[in-house]
T-cell receptor, first 111, second 117 residues
């Protein structure tokens, strides 16, 4: 079965510090990979996606992620955290038309 | 563009009653819509996939007679929770996909919080 893991259910960083949220997937074929952000009581907002081409993908709000096939990873980074980045982040893999979501990582940003 | 709405945004109903949740694609035609369920502090779990004009495909373990899905048009899908019970209380999120093969993205609605008392 396809699966997505996110190391760390809760990550805390100081404002201005580097954000690193980890995502690993299991897939026997090249995947399509996504990162979504969810604010409380809201739906999902797409941060970025990888389908083909350049493995370093830039998204909204200063986030980027790098697809590393050899490591089956798609970690999300942001050089400098902002208070408004505090939210739940979900990594997802698209298999056919079906998404498989990771368990999520809650990001807290400390002043 | 690519906006998906859900109505209502939250609903409280009594145990044993039914509640309908609407999912609409506002500015595009969605040949496929998806319904997810999210328990507190958990991830999204796909419940079913619906294609316009055909029966929904339910994921294993999802009761099709309890969660009725209708995708009557290219812009509207509905999820009806029949004979709701407190354990059905959850956050329900829909998403919609364009019909084009090159578009892998699903656009998510804002979610509907259902509380069954």
């Amino acid at each position: 079965a396809q699966s997505v893991t996110q190391l760390g259910s809760h990550v805390s960083v100081s404002e201005g510090a580097l954000v690193l949220l980890r995502c690993n997937y299991s897939s026997s074929v090249p995947p399509y990979l996504f990162w979504y952000v969810q604010y409380p009581n809201q739906g999902l907002q797409l941060l970025l996606k990888y389908t083909t081409g350049a493995t370093l993908v830039k998204g909204i709000n200063g986030f980027e992620a790098e697809f590393k096939k050899s490591e089956t990873s798609f970690h999300l980074t942001k050089p400098s955290a902002h208070m408004s980045d505090a939210a739940e982040y979900f990594c997802a893999v698209l298999y056919g038309q079906n998404f498989v979501f990771g368990p999520g990582t809650r990001l807290s940003v400390l002043p | 563009g690519a906006v998906v709405s859900q109505h209502p945004s939250w609903v409280i109903c009594k145990s044993g009653t039914s509640v309908k949740i609407e999912c609409r694609s506002l500015d595009f035609q969605a040949t496929t819509m998806f319904w997810y369920r999210q328990f507190p502090k958990q991830s999204l779990m796909l419940m079913a996939t619906s294609n316009e004009g055909s029966k929904a495909t339910y994921e294993q373990g999802v009761e099709k007679d309890k969660f009725l899905i209708n995708h009557a048009s290219l812009t509207l899908s509905t999820l009806t929770v029949t004979s709701a019970h407190p354990e059905d209380s959850s956050f329900y999120i829909c998403s919609a996909a364009h019909g084009g093969q090159a578009d892998y993205e699903q656009y998510f609605g804002p979610g509907t919080r259902l509380t069954v008392t």
